[in-house]
């Protein structure tokens, strides 16, 4: 013990001594890890960025639908509410929020201009915490109830159609009998989605006001469910399953497989990235010490002439290495703490809105730290300066003391 706090003693001085190399080295470390932990934050807040807009973006956790409903979206494959096994099961305190819909392909037209859209009849309550829609209102009112005979249009179709809150539009689509369908709505709400392609694609209207038009009686297209912990999913959705027998129950990952594929990409941005910096760091650390070690070989000489075992000095640059290590981590989490602290509000991407888009992410990207980011990246750079000090300290240790303090 005495020999331990006694090299603690002469790294601690020996790194206070060379002031400009230990900055250095501190300012090396705390900048590598700064830049690792908010590369990875950034791209944590992509994922979720990602991952939110799937979600919310009238997918849910899970769905149910008719069989063939996801291949041919149209009435010929709606299906009966929710019967009591299942009602039961969504009555569950698993369930944040369920609701069925009426979404069938359209055509919307003004006295401008026509586009495609995706028809979709709502209960406006069960929507809330379900999807984007009840908070999305821009201008104008949200939908009262199913039975509501307005309509709930994108602000970006809205200015391509030429229209606006208390104009009318008529929407298009197919009956139940293979009929035409077609009704007149007064606009009641333009909505503001996070991406422009989700304000183009959707046209909001009662649902029982949808089944009248489209002569679907009772029938459904299908049934959304969010769920209060994500982690419950593979459990529910087994359940959900069986209590659903012949329907095509789904999860958020088989919906939207791009935004699984978008997260499966970040992960492996961050890791490529810590290896890029990892190697970077190796070359700039095992070289800075490497010098400040073969500096100091008639020092290390001396301590050998005076009867230090080579091993403590291999040790004592260790420590001093684990010193900081310490230091320039400590500093790096600072750094990286205060820069995302800086941003809790978020990174505003509206100048690049549209290549934001072509990667799934809204108007505004918030970073968020992993903890197992900031440990993963910590490690890293800890096990990579103890060991980038071995080889030098090693190379010091060895030298015969006559040679090392005859050494010009």
């Known amino acids: 013990m005495a020999r331990l706090a006694l090299l603690l003693r002469l790294a601690r001085r020996s790194v206070l001594r060379n002031r400009r190399r230990t900055l250095i080295i501190l300012v090396a470390i705390s900048v590598a890890l700064w830049a690792m932990i908010f590369f990875a934050a950034l791209t944590r807040g992509w994922e979720n960025d990602v991952v939110h807009n799937a979600i919310f973006t009238l997918t849910g956790h899970l769905q149910v639908h008719a069989p063939g409903y996801r ?20 009555a569950g305190t698993e369930v944040a929020a369920w609701g069925t819909r009426v979404r069938v392909p359209a055509v919307v037209m003004s006295e401008h201009d026509t586009a495609g859209v995706t028809l979709v009849g709502i209960d406006p309550a069960a929507e809330r915490g379900l999807s984007f829609i009840a908070d999305a209102v821009h201008t104008g009112r949200y939908l009262d109830s199913p039975d509501d005979r307005g309509i709930l249009i994108g602000r970006a179709l809205a200015d391509r159609l030429g229209t606006g809150v208390g104009k009318r539009v008529v929407v298009m689509s197919q009956a139940a009998d293979h009929s035409v369908a077609d009704r007149g709505f007064r606009v009641v709400g333009l909505f503001e989605g996070d991406r422009e392609a989700t304000e183009m694609a959707y046209v909001f209207v009662g649902r029982r006001t949808a089944m009248t038009m489209l002569k679907l009686g009772s029938r459904v297209s299908e049934l959304a469910v969010m769920l209060r912990d994500r982690r419950q999913l593979p459990a529910f959705l087994a359940r959900l399953r069986t209590a659903a027998s012949g329907l095509d129950v789904q ?23 810590f290896v890029v910096m990892y190697v970077a760091m190796a070359f700039g650390l095992v070289n800075t010490m490497l010098m400040a070690v073969m500096e100091r070989t008639r020092e290390f000489g001396m301590l050998q002439a005076l009867g230090m075992r080579p091993r403590l000095i291999l040790i004592q640059v260790v420590f001093e290495s684990c010193f900081l290590l310490a230091a320039g981590a400590a500093a790096g989490i600072g750094l990286a703490a205060g820069t995302l602290s800086l941003l809790h509000g978020g990174i505003n991407l509206s100048i690049l809105a549209q290549g934001a888009e072509m990667w799934g992410m809204g108007k505004v990207i918030y970073p968020a730290a992993a903890v197992v980011d900031v440990i993963g990246a910590t490690a890293l750079v800890v096990v990579l300066g103890v060991f980038s000090s071995l080889y030098p300290a090693w190379r010091a240790a060895r030298r015969v003391p006559i040679e090392a303090i005859t050494r010009n």
Do not use: R, Y
């Open 71 to 90: 291949d041919d979206p149209s009435v010929d494959h709606s299906m009966k509410p929710p019967n009591a096994t299942v009602a039961q099961l969504l």
């Open 251 to 273: 999860p958020w990952t088989t919906l939207e497989p791009m935004a699984q594929a978008m997260v499966a990409l970040g992960q492996a941005w961050i890791w490529m990235f």
